[in-house]
């Protein structure tokens, strides 16, 4: 049995899936956590399935050392890549979640028989993970992707809510491929910070679904289901980077929503 006070482990490549990290917290202010950014191999967006597997393994084992309660792989990329492995690897020491199977669950709930899109990272696309997960709904639900590889960088360096960001936007949404969709998927944790641009792009047309909200609620809800709330804890935050430079510190702020201290942990040296 899990002890309710061990901290939350999340990681992502870098710094996207801060925007999971600040929604769990401000969801769940009392539970410890400690994030791991992979600095030093990001993006996982393009590269390939066994580095994402092998880096992910790397990173739990860094976590379950922390005592960790449960893992979220807080990157849809390593969610769609390692997820099956990282479980079966984890195995009884902690719970692992992802970021795509409460999405896929909410959808299930909300959009039967409806167009859905999903815009992320090529390694995100190019897997059918959706897809797959989405047609065995057998809810008759119309899944439409699209590959966003220029979002995560162009987020990354600090390009949005800007003319520049604006452009890349709309020439992505515009595409036919999204043509007639009901609902989006913002399907990489970088996304939330350019979400009131995509609704300006639709005018409130289309639903846009924030992951990373969508995510922490499911978080919770196991954390109530297995009796494992920390009530009482300090809420205690730890960032972790695989390697460290001042422009990402600087840059965790806007993902993060307040300054922190990254501390540089050489997992790869």
């Not at 969709?181 to 639709?202: D, F, R, S, V």
Request: hydrophobic letters at 40%.
């Amino acid at each position: 049995m899990f002890d309710s006070s061990a901290p939350i482990g999340i990681f992502d490549s870098g710094i996207g899936g801060m925007t999971v990290a600040s929604a769990v917290t401000r969801l769940l202010p009392n539970e410890n956590t400690i994030y791991f950014g992979d600095t030093a191999h990001l993006p996982y967006g393009d590269k390939s399935t066994a580095s994402i597997q092998a880096y992910s393994i790397k990173i739990c084992n860094m976590l379950l050392q922390q005592n960790c309660k449960l893992i979220l792989i807080a990157c849809n990329s390593a969610s769609a890549a390692a997820f099956e492995l990282v479980r079966e690897y984890v195995g009884s020491k902690a719970k692992v979640l992802n970021v795509i199977d409460p999405v896929v669950d909410y959808i299930k709930e909300h959009y039967d028989g409806k167009t859905v899109g999903l815009i992320g990272t090529k390694q995100t696309v190019l897997s059918n993970v959706y897809k797959k997960k989405v047609d065995a709904l057998d809810k008759n639900i119309h899944l439409k992707s699209l590959a966003t590889p220029l979002l995560a960088p162009m987020i990354e360096e600090g390009f949005f809510d800007n003319n520049i960001s604006e452009s890349i936007i709309d020439s992505y949404l515009s595409d036919p491929a999204l043509e007639g969709i009901e609902a989006l998927i913002l399907g990489c944790t970088h996304y939330p910070l350019i979400k009131n641009q995509i609704c300006k792009y639709y005018e409130n047309d289309v639903e846009i679904l924030d992951t990373s909200e969508i995510v922490a609620h499911s978080l919770r809800a196991w954390l109530e289901q297995h009796y494992l709330v920390n009530e009482k804890g300090t809420g205690k935050r730890q960032f972790y980077v695989s390697d460290y430079t001042l422009s990402f510190e600087q840059s965790t702020n806007i993902f993060f929503g307040q300054k922190i201290q990254l501390e540089h942990y050489p997992l790869w040296e």
